[in-house]
C-alpha cells in the first residue's frame, strides 16, 4: 500500500510536504505510511486518493493493498442500477443527430454511438469497426479512417498526445501499449505537428475527404463529474461538431 501511494505522489510530482501541507497529515505521518511503519485509516486512504487525483479503479486497489473492502462500486454498463445512465446516454446521442457522437470507455473502447458516425467510419474495414472497436484504431489504422484523414499528421499527433497525457495521470500500462502500437501505424506522427492555420481555424479540425471535397469537424468531449463508481467514471462521450458551413449542409442533407 504504501508503494502503491508513493507512486502515485510522484507521477504527481508532489513532494511529501506539499502533500502534507494540503491534507490532514504531516510529511512524517506521511512517510510512515510510505515505507510500511503506519497504517492509515480507510478515510485517511480516501482522503490523500482525493487529493492525487487517483482514478477510481485504482484507490479501490489502494484500499485492497492496505486490507480495506473497496469503496467504489464497479457496474457494468447493462446492470439495472445502470439504466439511468443509459438513458441519458441514449438521449444525449440522439439529441445531437445530424452530427456524429461516440461514448468511449478508458481504453478507448467504442460504447455507444449515433448514426451520424457512419458518415466518419465509411470504407474502414469490417474487422476495425467489430465490437469491442477501439476509436483510436479505427481512427489511425491504415485500414481505418487514416486514408480519408487529410489532415493525419496534425490530426495523429493530437490524438497521440491525448493518450500520453491520459496514460501518464492513470498510469495505465494498456493505454501506453496502445499508444505504442498506434505510433507505428504509416503516416501517424506521435507528437504535435507546428504548422500555420488560416485564420478561421479557432481549433484544429478533423478534415476528413468525401467525395471530390472535405469535411471538417471539431469535438467536445463531456464526463459524468460526480461519478462514484468505476464504469461510469472512466466514460466519456466525444461529440464531433461541424466546423464549416458546408460540413453541416452534408450532414443536413443525409439527415434527411
Known sequence: ??????????????????????????????????????????????????QLEIPLRDRNQLL??????????EHQLDDEEMAPVRAALDRFLRAHEPFPAVVIDRCWNLVAANGPVELLTEGAAAELLAPPANALRLTLHPEGMAPRIANLAEWSGHLLQRLRRQAAVTGDAELEQLHDELADYPGVVADPVRVEHADADIVLPLRLRAGDGELAFFSTVSTFGTAVDVTLAELSIEAFYPADDATAAVLLRAAG
Request: aromatic content about 8%; glycine content about 8%; charged content about 20%.
Open 64 to 73: 485492497l493493498a492496505a486490507g480495506y473492502a473497496p469503496v467504489y462500486g
Open 1 to 50: 500500500m504504501g508503494e502503491l501511494l508513493r507512486s502515485w505522489r510522484q507521477r504527481r510530482n508532489i513532494s511529501q510536504l506539499e502533500l502534507s501541507s494540503g491534507s490532514a497529515v504531516s510529511s512524517r505521518h506521511l512517510s510512515f505510511i510510505e515505507t510500511g511503519r503506519s497504517k492509515p485509516s480507510r478515510e485517511m486512504l480516501v482522503y490523500l486518493s482525493e
